[in-house]
C-alpha cells in the first residue's frame, strides 16, 4: 500500500497537466477563429493609401468684337502657350463670345483669325489655379487690301512695247515704228535701239520709198552727174537708199545710245492745237532722255548733220561740198518736222494696232 501511493499521485498529476493542455488548446482555437489571433495581436496594422488629390484646372473666356463693336461669330481662337505651341483651339460663337476649359494654369496668349480681318495676337496673360481668366474685349481691324506687285526687268518690258510698235503701220502698209502711243515708255537699251533702227530701215516698205524718191530724182534730173536711163536711175536709187540707212541708224541709233537718248517720238493727242502743234515741232529739237529727262535732240541734229557729211562720199563730185551738207542737213531736219505733224495729227487715225492714246494713267 505504501509503495503504490506514489504512482497514483504520478498519474492524478499527469491527468492533470493533459486536462490543461486541452484547455488552453481549445481556448487559443477559439480565439484565433475570432481574430485575436497572436499573428495580428503582435504587428500593428499599416496606414491605407490616400486617394490623390484631383488636379487643379483653370479657363479662358473672352468676346470678339469688329471695329464698330459688333459681336464676330465663327472666328478661329486659338490658347497658345507661351513657348508658341497650341493648347487648344475653339470658333466664337453667335454673341462673338469663346472659353476654354479644362486649362492647366500658366501663361498663355490668344491668336485670333476671321475672314476679313487682320489677325489678332493678345498679350500674354498668367491663368492660376481654378481661375476662369476674362481677357479684356478683343476688337479686330479690318484687313487692309493686300497688292501683290510682281517686278520685272525693264529690259523685258521695254521689248514688251518694241514689239507692239513693230506691228504699228500707217494704212496697214508704212512703218510707224518710232511713234510711241505710250505716254511713260519704258526706255530702250543700245541693244534694242540698234535693233528696232535695223527692223525699221530695212522693212521692205523702206525700199518701195526709195524707188520713188529716186524716180522724182531721176524726172527732175536732179544730181545731173549720175546721169539718166537705167545706169542713172540705179545710182539715185543707190545714192537715196544709202542716205536713208546712215540717216536712220545715226538718228535711231548710234547717237541715241552714246548720249543716252530716246529716238521715239511721244504722241501727245490731247490739249489744244497749238500745244499739239508746238509739241510736234519742238520734238525734232529736243527729246527725252533714258532717264526721263527734256534735253536738246543731240542725236537727230548731230544725225542729220553726219549723214549729209557722209553724202560726199558717192554724190555726184559736182554736187560735193558744204552746199550739199547743209543742203541734205535741212531736207533731213524739215522731213523730220513734217514727220512729227503728221504723227500726231494724223497717224493715230490711220495707223494700226496703236497701243495707248498718249496720255498719263489716271488715278
Same mark, same amino acid.
Given at each position: 500500500?505504501?509503495?503504490?501511493?506514489?504512482?497514483?499521485?504520478?498519474?492524478?498529476?499527469? *491527468?492533470?497537466?493533459?486536462?490543461?493542455?486541452?484547455?488552453?488548446?481549445?481556448?487559443?482555437?477559439?480565439?484565433?477563429? =475570432?481574430?485575436?489571433? @497572436?499573428?495580428?495581436?503582435?504587428?500593428?496594422? *499599416?496606414?491605407? @493609401?490616400?486617394? @490623390?488629390? +484631383?488636379?487643379?484646372?483653370?479657363?479662358? *473666356?473672352?468676346?470678339?468684337?469688329?471695329?464698330?463693336?459688333?459681336?464676330?461669330?465663327?472666328?478661329?481662337?486659338?490658347?497658345?502657350?507661351?513657348?508658341?505651341?497650341?493648347?487648344?483651339?475653339?470658333?466664337?460663337?453667335?454673341?462673338?463670345?469663346?472659353?476654354?476649359?479644362?486649362?492647366?494654369?500658366?501663361?498663355?496668349?490668344?491668336?485670333?483669325? =476671321?475672314?476679313?480681318?487682320?489677325?489678332?495676337? #493678345?498679350?500674354?496673360?498668367?491663368?492660376?489655379?481654378?481661375?476662369?481668366?476674362?481677357?479684356?474685349?478683343?476688337?479686330?481691324?479690318?484687313?487692309? =487690301?493686300?497688292?501683290?506687285?510682281?517686278?520685272?526687268?525693264?529690259?523685258?518690258?521695254?521689248?514688251?512695247?518694241?514689239?507692239? *510698235?513693230? !506691228?504699228?503701220?500707217?494704212?496697214?502698209?508704212?512703218?510707224?515704228?518710232?511713234?510711241?502711243?505710250?505716254?511713260?515708255?519704258?526706255?530702250?537699251?543700245? !541693244?534694242?535701239?540698234?535693233?528696232?533702227?535695223?527692223?525699221?530701215?530695212?522693212?521692205?516698205?523702206?525700199?518701195?520709198?526709195?524707188?520713188?524718191?529716186?524716180?522724182?530724182?531721176?524726172?527732175?534730173? #536732179?544730181?545731173?552727174?549720175?546721169?539718166?536711163? +537705167?545706169?542713172?536711175?540705179?545710182?539715185?536709187?543707190?545714192?537715196?537708199?544709202?542716205?536713208?540707212?546712215?540717216?536712220?541708224?545715226?538718228?535711231?541709233?548710234?547717237? @541715241?545710245?552714246?548720249?543716252?537718248?530716246?529716238?521715239?517720238?511721244?504722241?501727245?493727242?490731247?490739249?489744244?492745237?497749238?500745244?499739239?502743234?508746238?509739241?510736234?515741232? &519742238?520734238?525734232?529739237?529736243?527729246?527725252?532722255?533714258?532717264? &526721263?529727262?527734256?534735253?536738246?535732240?543731240?542725236?537727230? /541734229?548731230?544725225?542729220?548733220?553726219?549723214?549729209? =557729211?557722209?553724202?560726199?562720199?558717192?554724190?555726184?563730185?559736182?554736187?560735193?561740198?558744204?552746199?550739199?551738207?547743209?543742203?541734205?542737213?535741212?531736207?533731213?531736219?524739215?522731213?523730220?518736222?513734217?514727220?512729227? /505733224?503728221?504723227?500726231?495729227?494724223?497717224?493715230?487715225?490711220?495707223?494700226?494696232?496703236?497701243?495707248?492714246?498718249?496720255?498719263?494713267?489716271?488715278?
Amino acid at each position: 500500500m505504501a509503495s503504490s501511493l506514489p504512482w497514483k499521485r504520478v498519474l492524478r498529476i499527469l *491527468a492533470c497537466a493533459l486536462l490543461l493542455c486541452l484547455v488552453s488548446g481549445s481556448l487559443r482555437a477559439q480565439q484565433e477563429t =475570432a481574430g485575436f489571433g @497572436p499573428s495580428r495581436s503582435s504587428l500593428p496594422e *499599416a496606414p491605407l @493609401p490616400k486617394a @490623390p488629390a +484631383a488636379e487643379a484646372l483653370a479657363g479662358v *473666356a473672352g468676346t470678339v468684337l469688329d471695329p464698330s463693336g459688333g459681336t464676330v461669330s465663327g472666328a478661329d481662337v486659338n490658347l497658345m502657350r507661351s513657348d508658341g505651341t497650341q493648347s487648344h483651339h475653339v470658333i466664337s460663337e453667335a454673341n462673338g463670345e469663346f472659353r476654354f476649359s479644362k486649362t492647366l494654369p500658366g501663361p498663355y496668349l490668344v491668336v485670333v483669325n =476671321a475672314t476679313g480681318f487682320a489677325p489678332f495676337t #493678345s498679350g500674354e496673360f498668367l491663368v492660376t489655379d481654378q481661375q476662369v481668366y476674362e481677357l479684356p474685349d478683343i476688337s479686330l481691324s479690318v484687313a487692309t =487690301a493686300s497688292i501683290e506687285v510682281m517686278v520685272r526687268p525693264t529690259d523685258l518690258i521695254a521689248a514688251e512695247q518694241i514689239k507692239a *510698235a513693230e !506691228k504699228q503701220r500707217l494704212v496697214g502698209v508704212i512703218p510707224n515704228f518710232y511713234t510711241s502711243y505710250i505716254y511713260d515708255a519704258t526706255p530702250l537699251t543700245w !541693244k534694242q535701239k540698234f535693233s528696232l533702227a535695223a527692223r525699221g530701215t530695212f522693212d521692205p516698205a523702206a525700199f518701195i520709198g526709195v524707188g520713188f524718191a529716186a524716180g522724182i530724182e531721176q524726172a527732175n534730173n #536732179s544730181f545731173a552727174g549720175y546721169g539718166q536711163g +537705167a545706169p542713172g536711175y540705179a545710182k539715185r536709187y543707190a545714192a537715196k537708199f544709202v542716205d536713208g540707212r546712215i540717216s536712220d541708224l545715226l538718228t535711231h541709233a548710234v547717237f @541715241p545710245s552714246l548720249f543716252h537718248q530716246d529716238p521715239r517720238y511721244y504722241y501727245q493727242g490731247s490739249g489744244t492745237f497749238k500745244s499739239r502743234l508746238g509739241h510736234a515741232v &519742238g520734238s525734232a529739237f529736243v527729246t527725252r532722255s533714258d532717264g &526721263g529727262r527734256t534735253e536738246p535732240n543731240y542725236s537727230y /541734229l548731230l544725225g542729220d548733220v553726219s549723214a549729209a =557729211a557722209l553724202c560726199n562720199l558717192y554724190y555726184p563730185e559736182a554736187n560735193r561740198g558744204a552746199h550739199l551738207v547743209f543742203t541734205n542737213a535741212a531736207v533731213g531736219l524739215a522731213g523730220r518736222v513734217g514727220g512729227n /505733224l503728221i504723227r500726231e495729227f494724223l497717224s493715230k487715225r490711220l495707223t494700226t494696232n496703236v497701243t495707248g492714246d498718249g496720255r498719263p494713267p489716271t488715278l
